[in-house]
């Protein structure tokens, strides 16, 4: 039952931010993905969002449709305020939003870049909940399904795969911040026979299929 609910959720959240970031508020996000040559297409395509540059618009907005407070904060969406646990702040505020998906289509987690000036780290990912764990699944592969590939290429963050396909090259994934991991291989070998690995912009290793990578580890 709560996987269930973190699904619909999550779902929920990403919607949020989508239509964010195709409004007034979201033009600091629209023009930074214009500044790296994404246009409104492929924004779309990949489901892109921004969180807001406010502390508590999601957490309003998902409380309104219905979620509780504490269902929120497990689902790590908010955060209890450090100083007065009684406040509630979104995890996420002022980032461009990238939501991982899975192979079915099913919203599991987001990463989020900071694109303003404000403190924080570059990125900030959902952590490991009931339904995601970043070892076992890869961004963008949800772009594969229903495609017979003769070779994925595996790249480090959302916005190389994001760029890649912007540029017309859709077999692009990425390995969502960890090391390659054999959960990761056996997903990639159900969609293409070989795997190209590009990592900081060089090419590192070509394996003739995820299947032989898989022996030789």
């Known amino acids: 039952r709560m996987s ?49 540059n406010d502390w508590d618009e999601l957490f309003k907005h998902m409380t309104s449709a219905g979620y509780t407070r504490d269902e929120l904060i497990s689902a790590g969406l908010c955060v209890k305020g450090r100083k007065d646990e009684t406040k509630t702040f979104d995890f ?9 998906i899975s192979a079915s289509g099913r919203v599991l987690a987001f990463g989020g870049r900071i694109i303003g000036k404000g403190e924080g780290a570059k990125y900030m990912n959902t952590g490991d909940t009931l339904i995601y764990n970043k070892r076992h699944n ?11 590939l003769d070779e994925l290429i595996m790249v ?52 003739p299929s995820p299947r032989d990578m898989r022996r030789s580890r």
Do not use: W
């Open 156 to 207: 480090e963050g959302y916005m190389d795969v994001i760029s890649l396909h912007q540029a017309g090259i859709d077999n692009a994934v990425a390995s969502l911040g960890t090391a390659l991991t054999s959960q990761q291989v056996r997903l990639m070998g159900r969609f293409a026979k070989r795997v190209c690995y590009a990592y900081d912009g060089c090419l590192l290793y070509t394996s």
């Open 4 to 52: 269930r609910g973190l699904g619909d959720v999550y779902k929920r959240q990403a919607m949020f931010y989508h239509q964010v970031l195709l409004s007034d508020a979201g033009l600091p996000a629209r023009q930074y993905l214009l500044n790296r040559g994404i246009d409104g297409s492929t924004a779309v395509r990949f489901g892109l969002g921004y969180s807001p």
């Open 138 to 148: 890869i961004y963008a592969i949800n772009l594969m399904k229903g495609r017979k």
């Open 92 to 100: 996420f505020h002022d980032r461009l939003m990238f939501p991982v």
